[in-house]
């Protein structure tokens, strides 16, 4: 029985990963890549914390850590059909849960906010893509199907199907109709909320500066 599951788990990594990287090019790649094999010692991992084996289960979660540049505390619940897309960097906290489908990219941190106990990392609801370097902490909720931006800071609830970026990060987009647009994973056309607020920053010095320029003509 067992054996089947890992062969269902291998299967359905292959999937996922010839799916969602346009990158490979054989089926044998899938086997270098960190995603795969961080996700395989957390399958071991997590079987061992759960049968109260703590200590032995954190000695292989820091060998795989090792092995792979991502590190997924053993308490960590993970959903199936999970990428973590190149995951140099990615950190998942104990009481963190993530669902089935989510895409994860490098430099992705779910933490938490302090030192409180009990739940404290975030939940992650199914289809969410949470772009490069972003940074979601504490007991919060991301809602299925949103999108974070590359380097967002979330430090709150998001409704599902929005688009979250900046810092702290804001809901930009609720409801995009551009489901395409989503399954295709194309985060580098998030929108920018940081070039908006620079531009009404400027527009308002110009502004103050002609107000100037009348009080000294």
Known sequence: ????????????????????????????????????????????????????HFFAARILAVHATRRTGIEIHPGAVIGEGVFIDHGMGVVIGETAIVGHNVTIYQGVTLGGTGK??????PTIENNVMISAGAKILGNIRIGSNAKIGAGSVVLKDVPPRATVVGVPGKVVKIDDRR???????????????????????CERLKVLEEKIDDKNS
């Open 1 to 52: 029985m067992k054996f089947m599951r890992i062969r269902q788990f291998i299967r359905e990594q292959i999937r996922v990963i010839k799916q969602r990287d346009p990158s490979i090019k054989r089926t044998a790649e899938v086997f270098l890549y960190p995603s795969f094999r961080a996700l395989c010692y957390h399958k071991i991992t997590h079987r061992l914390y759960r049968s109260g």
């Open 116 to 121: 409180d106990r009990g739940k404290r990392h």
């Open 179 to 201: 489901i395409d647009h989503f399954r295709k994973l194309d985060h580098g056309n998030l929108p920018d909320i940081n070039y908006k607020n620079y531009c009404a920053l």
